[in-house]
């Protein structure tokens, strides 16, 4: 099944940042968004990623927010950028301080309900149909504070809620197992495609994989992303890289475990991902130490080291490949990887 198709690039503003992490203010000047946007073509990308208020600030009055977005939307267009996905950030606000869509307080789970509906507005103007739910806050600090299977009930109205409001609006649930919280309540690429079951329409219900969120989870994130194209669920992926089970990290991809990069792209490749429209995204942070000048340098690393690992998934012989599998060579096969990630 050797492929030769094409990809697309996205990232979203927010991986050109200033360094501030939970330790430290800001190291390096904010870059105006307009600058941002005009990064995208110079880097090698087509592609935009959203949060809500990327498009438009939350509190904007109603009469101005659709000429807002339509005006960015002109902006995109003359760029040559398609907006990928849209997600609404509903872990800032202080109405989501206890969670969103699953706080303890109705009001701030109807404050969570409006700005998702408000977010599936934007995606419409800005001709974008995969919506994504990173549920940041839906989980607990400790067991008791919530009723658990109550939570998950509600992401699920939600999420119907979601798909109801535009028939033509899919939903792609991205899972991470922890941080900010202690414990999700969808940990799992697993738990997301099992809920995209049980909603009022499984046929746009499905998954964005991110690599560092399933490492994290303890899980690989090439068998991750295998899983969900068996279900023929997955939309996008934020690629990136993880050191391990600590904090999120965000690394450039490939660079802390090049073979569990190159997993993924094989996987993805030999899946023909990308030819119905999915485009690769990236979910990266510079590094703190990085240098203003240098702070695209991670997003334009990480899409060569994508390229260069695609060309070496696709060198790999794979009659050379099913041999080995036939005779059950599995120690000539690693052998074989190894070389060839090795350029020998
Ligand atoms: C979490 C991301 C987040 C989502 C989209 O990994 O940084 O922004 O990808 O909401
Ligand atoms: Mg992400």
Known sequence: ???????????????????????????????????????????????????????????????EKMKKAAELKKVLDDEGLFVEIIAPRLWEDPHTADGAFT????????????????CVDLAKVMDCKNYVLWLAREGSY??????AKTAVGRIADAWNTILEHDPEIRVLGEAKPNEPMDQAYLPT???????????????????????????????DPADDMAYALWHEKLWSVHLNDQNGLKYDQDKTFGSADLRRAFDQVWVLDKSGYGKNGEAVGLDIKAM??????????????SRTMFLALLEIVRSVDEAKVNELRDNRQYEDLDLMILKALMGR
């Not at 200033?18 to 000047?29: K, L, M, Q, Y």
């Not at 400790?142 to 009723?147: D, G, N």
Request: aromatic share 10%.
């Open 1 to 63: 099944m050797s492929s030769t198709h094409t990809y697309r690039f996205t990232f979203g503003p927010w991986n050109i940042s200033t360094g501030a992490d939970p330790f430290g203010p800001p190291v390096r000047p904010e870059m105006a968004f307009a600058e941002k946007i005009r990064q995208y073509k110079k880097l090698g990308f087509d592609g935009v990623q959203f949060h809500d208020d990327d498009v438009v600030a939350y509190d904007l009055p109603e009469s």
């Open 103 to 118: 706080s303890n307080c109705p009001k701030d789970r109807q404050y969570a309900l409006d700005r998702a509906k408000r």
């Open 142 to 147: 400790i067991r008791e504070a919530k009723c």
């Open 189 to 219: 690429v697993g738990h997301m495609i099992g809920l995209a079951y049980k909603t009022v329409d499984p046929s746009r219900s499905g998954v964005l994989i991110e690599s560092a969120h399933s490492i994290l989870a303890g899980l």
């Open 288 to 301: 703190r130490a990085t240098k203003y000048e240098d702070s695209t340098k991670h997003l334009s690393n």
